[in-house]
């Protein structure tokens, strides 16, 4: 079996950075493609980011472009997601999931495996 576990969420200022992680255990594990997703109350679940099992390709949603950073710590079987220059806009739910596919894509429908998701809260 797959496990998927979020970690490093929490309270952060605007303009404040983050770091999550993404702990992906079990058979193949470390071959998954994986992605972070997110939602907010009220509103559907969206892409943030994903990488291939290779640690590429990498893909990114508008929003994340330029201030977030997707991983792989192959060391410690981790997927990173470093959040700089945060906004209350992106306060919201951070879910990780594998795909148990080589490479990444941007629709949550592909993914097969999810986390429970982490808070992250950006006060104004």
């Known amino acids: 079996q797959v496990q998927v576990i979020e970690s490093g969420g929490g309270l952060v200022q605007a303009g404040g950075s983050v770091r999550l992680s993404c702990a992906v255990s079990g058979t193949a594990s470390s071959s998954l493609a994986v992605g972070w997703f997110r939602q907010a109350p009220g509103k559907e679940r969206e892409f943030v980011a994903a990488?291939?099992?290779?640690?590429?390709?990498?893909y990114y949603a508008d929003f994340a472009q330029g201030r977030f950073t997707i991983s792989r710590d192959n060391a410690k079987n981790t997927v990173p997601l470093q959040m700089n220059s945060l906004e209350p806009e992106d306060t919201a739910v951070y879910y990780c999931?594998?795909?148990?596919?080589?490479?990444?894509?941007?629709?949550?429908?592909?993914?097969?495996?999810w986390g429970q998701g982490t808070q992250v809260t950006v006060s104004s």
């Open positions: 990488i291939g099992w290779t640690g590429g390709p990498t």
């Open positions: 999931a594998a795909s148990a596919a080589l490479f990444p894509t941007k629709s949550p429908d592909d993914y097969r495996f």
